[in-house]
Nanobody, 123 residues
């Protein structure tokens, strides 16, 4: 299974921007659709955005549509999440995980999660 490492989180003011990265190990990265997920304190983990294997198709949670953009560079084994106009409710630990398709809102393996990257949005 491909291993993924998230980075790019930090503290940002409401209305600001961040770009998260998800770097994969292994040569089969392009065979996986990838999803970004997040978990806020005291809440269940939720789907944020997904991207197909080729990167042509993207999908978003309604709460981030129009503000976040998911993209991928298969040559660099990397998926990005560009977060614009962030809100305090975007505060969470963000994770990436392979999914069956870009539109799938569940990871292939719900028992495997990386360390994630913390995003904190101040008001």
């Amino acid at each position: 299974q491909v291993q993924l490492v998230e980075s790019g989180g930090g503290l940002v003011q409401a209305g600001g921007s961040l770009r998260l990265s998800c770097v994969a190990s292994g040569r089969t990265f392009s065979t996986y659709a990838i999803g970004w997920f997040r978990q806020a304190p005291g809440k269940e983990r939720e789907f944020v955005a997904g991207i197909s294997r080729s990167g042509v198709s993207t999908y978003y949670n309604d709460s981030v549509k129009g503000r976040f953009t998911i993209s991928r560079d298969n040559a660099k084994n990397t998926v990005y999440l560009q977060m614009n106009n962030v809100k305090p409710e975007d505060t969470a630990v963000y994770y990436c995980n392979p999914t069956s398709t870009g539109s799938s809102r569940r990871p292939l393996n719900e028992d495997y999660w990386g360390q994630g990257t913390q995003v904190t949005v101040s008001s």
